[in-house]
Structures are given as C-alpha cells and as structure tokens.
C-alpha cells in the first residue's frame, strides 16, 4: 500500500475560490450585486490618517468610473465593455474569464472622516481611493480666572 498526495487541479482550485468569494460576499452590506453583471476586488487598508481602498478595474477607464459619496455611503459604479474587433476583422473567443458589463460596489464610511478631502486616482488598472480621517479634537487645558 502507498500514499499519494493529493493535488487539486488549477481549474478546479479557481473554480472554489470563485465560489468561495461568491458565497462570502453574500449579504454583505457593502455590495449591491442585483445591479451589477460582476463585482471588482477592493483591498480597503486604515492608516492612522486615512482609509485607502485599492479597486482592482483592469480594462475599465478610471475616468468613466462614478464614485458618488451620499448619507455617509459611497458608491462606485462603472461598466467594463467587451473588446472590439482589430482592423474590423471578426474575431472568435476561445476563452472567456474577464466578466464585462456593469459593476457596483457600496461602502457604509465612519462619521470620522473628511468628506470634502476624498481623492481617487487611477493607474495600471487599480482605482485607489483615499478617504481622510477627520483631525482629533486635542484636549486643551482651560485657565480659570
């Protein structure tokens, strides 16, 4: 009798992740995926001044991205087009895992931050957000006269 290792296939462990990712955003507060045809990763990092959200877009121009911030929630929303023919020749897909079409992302943000002082910047198809935490109040000593 032997032992073989186990080792799952590459399509089968990406078949899992997917379905992995899928189940775990499911109810999750911050996405709306009944509106949208696919939903980007967002790395979200909080630093001692900031908030940064990192949202992976490949494909989609940053500029044609709409990020609207309202009641303390802010929205991304954008579509990712499928890629034209070259020259005006047909072309046949062999394989297809970029999903196109709308996409749709919400983010319920703390009352500590700095609305007014949101940036977004694009670049190598990852969409980075910084969102500014408001300054503390510093505690002030008060004379009495």
């Not at 062999?94 to 999903?99: K, L, N, Y």
């Not at 079409?101 to 009352?111: N, Q, T």
């Not at 940036?119 to 500014?132: D, F, K, M, W, Y």
Request: charged fraction near 30%; hydrophobic fraction near 35%; charge should be negative.
């Amino acid at each position: 009798m032997s032992i073989i290792q186990y080792r799952e296939s590459v399509p089968f462990t990406q078949l899992r992740d997917e379905i992995n990712r899928l189940f775990s955003t499911v109810g999750d507060a911050d996405t709306s995926g009944a509106t949208a045809s696919w939903v980007p990763s967002v790395d979200i990092n909080e630093y001692q001044d900031r908030f940064e959200l990192s949202v992976d877009l490949p494909g989609v121009n940053p500029e044609m991205v709409e990020i609207e911030l309202a009641n303390g929630v802010l929205t991304l929303s954008g579509e990712r087009r499928n890629e034209k023919a070259v020259d005006g020749k047909e072309r046949s897909a062999t394989r297809i895992e970029r999903a196109t079409g709308r996409f749709h992302r919400r983010f319920i943000l703390p009352d500590s931050i700095d609305t007014e002082q949101i940036q977004a910047t694009g670049r190598n198809g990852v969409l980075e957000i910084s969102i500014p935490k408001q300054p503390k109040a510093q505690p002030r000593r008060i004379k009495v006269i």
